[in-house]
């Protein structure tokens, strides 16, 4: 049987409008009952009309009280997960937000263990900087290098990882964004390039950055820019993919690259995508 799908995605101003309707068409069902000295036909629809509609936005709230722990719940075990793996010195920065959310911090832990990469870019610094230190201080090898585009939060995250002794494993480039050279890539502002030159044989690319809030494809130049300097069999990990500009951006990788990336989904809460090289 297949189950309705029902929105649960409405505003605070479209619930209480819904609301208001539903009480409105009680309310002129008996205005006419009252005026007409007696329950009509027509009187007798408006109130089942107006009974119907309460109903399902009954239903609609309870929906989303549903999704809205489940969520909560997979939030909190996927926490508890990370940290029992970790064991962090210190306590974690929040997750969720700008940074990555717990159940999507979840899976980049498990890949980091399955693939032991030995050098990771990443692009966008902070809490997933701080999360695979940790693996890499545990998995006894690799280095990763953060790009951040913002000066303070470049030192926020280097403060993290002096805070929990795991400097040693991660460099935090300030890298302001400036625009590309090429007939594509000239279209975008990214991280400046010469911050990654000496940097070869990546086997893991965070994308998380830079911020999209003016351009939705402002992450879409990590893959061209840095495609000669992936590994043969590197690991493409990219958040958001719930998001529009993101989900274009695989699909225009998967285009530039065929034969050569295949994609994973993994059901999180904003979304992620895997891809794997093969050159």
Known sequence: ?????????????????????????????????LA??????????????????????TLFVFRRLQSEIRAEANHIEATIAVTSILKPRRPLPPFGG????????????????????????????GLSTLITAYVLEQLGQGHIVSLEQGEGWHHVTKGYLDQHGLASYADVVYAPLKRLDGPVLGQFQWYDPTCLAQYHDIDLLIVDGPTAWADPEARYPAVPFLWEKLSNHAVIFVDDTKRQGESRIV?????????????ETRETSKGLALLRVSK
Do not use: H
């Open 36 to 57: 007409s000295g007696e329950w009509t036909a027509a009187g007798s629809i408006t109130f089942g009309a107006g009974v119907f509609w309460l109903t399902l936005l």
């Open 98 to 125: 700008a940074a990555l959310e717990a159940d999507t911090v979840r899976e980049l832990v498990a890949l980091l263990f399955q693939t032991r990469p030995g050098l990771i870019v990443e692009c966008g610094s």
């Open 251 to 263: 699909e225009r990788w998967l285009a530039q690259y065929p034969g050569q990336l295949r994609v």
């Open 1 to 33: 049987m297949n189950r309705i799908s029902l929105p649960v995605d409405l505003g605070k101003k479209e619930w209480l409008l819904s609301l208001m309707v539903g009480i409105s068409l009680i309310a002129i069902a008996l205005l006419i009952g």
